[in-house]
């Protein structure tokens, strides 16, 4: 995705290697530079931070610290989509926190930013009307068929999902309760646990240890925002 690469030529520039490239698909590198490395604040992560501000937009409010709003990273977006979609944004420095309010769909390129497709979903799947995320040919080769994967777990939510070529349309709805799998892919994992939150009845989500990926405390953060959750024995 051209926003990774950006942050890598950003972070290199910064050590003082020059690469030289026009369109992000072809670079110049010049041999023997030196590395300067120098010592960095490592900023915090908007692909995981989704979920829990998207969690806030549905469930009541989130607060996440560390976020910085003028990162390469293309995940920021979220903020983007959240406001479009109604959603309360407060910005104070790299604290920002989202509010619930009523939500209405939303219309997003997420080409360059396939990893907001599932906390993309759980939104969508609250708000009012349909809702079209567009770039699902990005979703094919990840940690499962994400389109599909979303398409059917959602689909047993209540929440139907279906696609006009490669744009994924999520037609909000009221979530309902479902035994749910994650097909061991920590981004579905989180969004339908993200999704459940508006849920009347209980949803069960099997294979939720996969969030181990890339969030290990997803879980403890959602009882921090007030998630009713059990652990099941197998």
Request: hydrophobic letters at 40%; a negative charge.
């Amino acid at each position: 995705s051209r926003p990774y690469i950006e942050m890598t030529l950003e972070i290199l520039e910064r050590s003082g290697i020059a690469i030289i490239s026009k369109d992000l698909s072809y670079f110049s590198i010049r041999g023997k530079q030196k590395n300067n490395s120098k010592q960095y604040d490592i900023e915090g992560d908007w692909s995981g931070a989704a979920f829990a501000l998207v969690a806030g937009a549905i469930a009541g409010q989130s607060t996440v610290d560390q976020l910085n709003t003028s990162s390469f990273q293309g995940d920021k977006n979220i903020l983007k989509v959240l406001e479009e979609s109604g959603a309360k944004v407060d910005t104070h420095g790299r604290r920002i926190t989202v509010s619930k309010s009523s939500l209405v769909a939303f219309d997003y390129n997420a080409e360059d930013t396939p990893d907001l497709f599932p906390p993309l979903v759980s939104l969508a799947a609250n708000c009012s009307g349909t809702s079209k995320i567009h770039g699902i040919s990005r979703l094919i080769h990840k940690e499962s068929n994400r389109f599909e994967t979303l398409k059917k777990e959602f689909g047993l939510l209540n929440i139907r999902i279906d696609n006009e070529g490669d744009t994924m349309l999520v037609h909000g709805g009221k979530i309902g309760g479902a035994s749910v799998f994650s097909h061991l892919d920590h981004r579905i994992a989180m969004a339908l646990f993200v999704a459940a939150l508006s849920a009347k009845n209980p949803v069960i989500i099997d294979g939720m240890e996969c969030i181990s990926k890339s969030y290990p405390g997803f879980l403890k953060d959602m009882a921090g925002l007030g998630a009713d959750h059990s652990i099941l024995d197998p």
